[in-house]
């Protein structure tokens, strides 16, 4: 039997609060954020169209994934009166407009002239996949902005990424995105 020094316990308790410090601060994940809201902004009784997000990344359909995830948590959060996803796709096609060169505020603003709405949400994904460490980790980033048809004035901006799930925690890419996304729209939905 071996009696346990003062030293001995001490080296013990401070390894195991390490170790609980490294799991907690990866449980987590890395995330970064901006955002901005329009002091003026008056978003009550909105119609406003989720225009599909640029892909920036090599991800196929990242933009049209996150534009999805976005109308999703709009619907949620009941921020705006919405678009359907679907007649905004089909209005855009019939306009022949690409929506991938719509992340122009004078752009967005056309097209938020052509959907009859007041304002539309652009954005782009700047990360979407896995990035490779100790351990495969999915990673997301996005930019959105709420641009207003009738004044071209971006009424809201928001920049998020997310890094996995930590190791308490296996986070999906999916997962990692919608957390991203729930965290853009969080400040509108408290509003």
Request: glycine share 8%; with cysteine; aromatic share 6%.
């Amino acid at each position: 039997m071996t009696i346990a020094t003062p030293l001995a316990t001490a080296a013990r308790s401070l390894t195991a609060l390490a170790l609980g410090l490294m799991l907690v601060s990866c449980a987590s994940g890395d995330r970064q954020s901006r955002d901005y809201i329009e002091p003026s902004a008056d978003f009550a009784n909105m119609k406003v169209a989720v225009l599909p997000f640029e892909n920036l990344t090599n991800y196929p359909n990242a933009g049209r994934i996150a534009a999805g995830l976005m109308t999703t948590e709009l619907y949620d959060r009941g921020v705006f009166e919405l678009q359907e996803e679907s007649e905004t796709r089909r209005t855009l096609a019939q306009m022949k407009i690409d929506p991938d060169n719509l992340t122009s505020v004078a752009a967005a603003q056309q097209a938020a002239g052509l959907l009859e709405v007041d304002a539309v949400v652009v954005g782009s994904v700047s990360e979407f996949g896995y990035q490779q460490g100790l351990r495969e980790e999915p990673v997301v980033g996005l930019n959105a902005r709420l641009v207003e048809a009738a004044t071209g004035t971006v009424l809201w901006a928001s920049s998020h990424s997310a890094l996995g799930g930590g190791y308490l925690e296996r986070g999906s890419l999916n997962a990692t995105a919608q957390r991203v996304v729930s965290a853009m729209v969080a400040p509108l939905a408290d509003r």
